[in-house]
């Protein structure tokens, strides 16, 4: 027979593998503010909705008129797609006559990559680098959008951090 108190640890057993933590010292300024800051160290406002309902014609003509590449689709607050200009080459430009008067909806990007604002600056990097999308949604932990990430204001968000000697 086995004797199963002698199976539990004792409280004396136990060690606590983060008591001797250190965090980690960076070199490197950059470095450390991908790692450790959040997404909303990167600039991501302002940003410009549409309403998922809008027609075709409504986000071109929002597009033109405030000279963005790209809009959020949102229902009640949330993201539901992305209109921008490659979905205006790819689906829009041959077509337009009889796609102009069709919801946003129908043509947008649905199911958009997207970031937290509580994730690591490197995270939206990473999804621009590697997806290959050149704005990234930024929402807060309640799925609203928050934001939008874009090359310029990762750039600028790069050039702040960088070492100068």
Not at 7 to 21: T, V, W
Request: charged residues 30%.
């Amino acid at each position: 027979m086995i004797d199963e108190t002698s199976l539990d640890p004792s409280p004396d057993d136990f060690q606590d593998p983060l008591e001797n933590y250190e965090p980690k010292e960076y070199d490197d300024p950059l470095e450390r503010a991908l790692v450790e800051e959040k997404v909303t160290e990167i600039k991501a406002t302002p940003f410009t909705s549409i309403a998922s309902d809008a027609t075709v014609e409504e986000a071109m003509r929002k597009l033109g008129e405030l000279h963005h590449s790209c809009l959020l689709v949102e229902e009640n607050g949330g993201l539901v797609g992305v209109f921008s200009d490659r979905d205006v080459l790819k689906k829009v430009a041959l077509e337009y006559n009889e796609v102009k008067d069709r919801p946003v909806s129908e043509l947008m990007t649905v199911d958009p990559v997207f970031v937290y604002e509580t994730d690591s600056s490197a995270a939206a990097l990473t999804v621009m680098a590697v997806l290959g999308f050149r704005h990234v949604p930024v929402l807060d932990l309640d799925d609203k959008i928050v934001g939008i990430i874009s090359p310029q204001r990762v750039t600028e968000f790069l050039v702040s951090h960088i070492k100068t000697e």
